[in-house]
């Protein structure tokens, strides 16, 4: 996969360290990538970033997953996937946000950045193959 083909990830994360593990490591495999401490930032750098994937936190202040994924879904032209990544695993809330539109969600105990970063391109890769 080449860089023109990469995903554009946008990291909302309001944990200094893990936002910055994971926003290093998309880096060092070639990944454009932003990141936002908050569902707001993020509202607010998703227009002009316009992420492909979004690797969205669930508990930040300012803004919330659950406000930003309603945001979101208001835009008419929000084109990203949205990943929930989470260390809540109760299953109301994972409903709640697939069917505010996310993706999938994946609970960050389960995952490690080489971890996400392999499931991200798989992911991209299956898409580019359907298109």
């Given amino acids: 996969m080449t860089a023109k083909t990469l995903p ?10 893990i936002r ?27 227009a002009s970033f316009e992420p492909d994937i979004i690797l969205l936190d669930m508990m930040m202040p300012v803004m919330g997953g659950l406000d930003f994924m309603r945001a979101w879904r208001a835009l008419p032209e929000r084109a990203a996937e949205v990943i929930v990544f989470s260390n809540i695993s109760a299953p109301n809330q994972m409903n709640e946000v697939l069917a505010l539109g996310a993706s999938e969600y994946w609970v960050k105990s389960d995952y490690t950045p080489d971890r996400a970063t392999t499931a991200i391109v798989e992911r991209w890769q299956r898409r580019d193959n359907q298109k």
């Fill in 8 to 17: 554009k990830i946008m990291i909302v994360e309001d944990d200094d360290i």
């Fill in 20 to 46: 910055e593990v994971y926003t290093l490591k998309f880096e060092l495999e070639g990944f454009p990538v932003t990141a936002a401490e908050n569902g707001q930032i993020a509202l607010e750098r998703a």
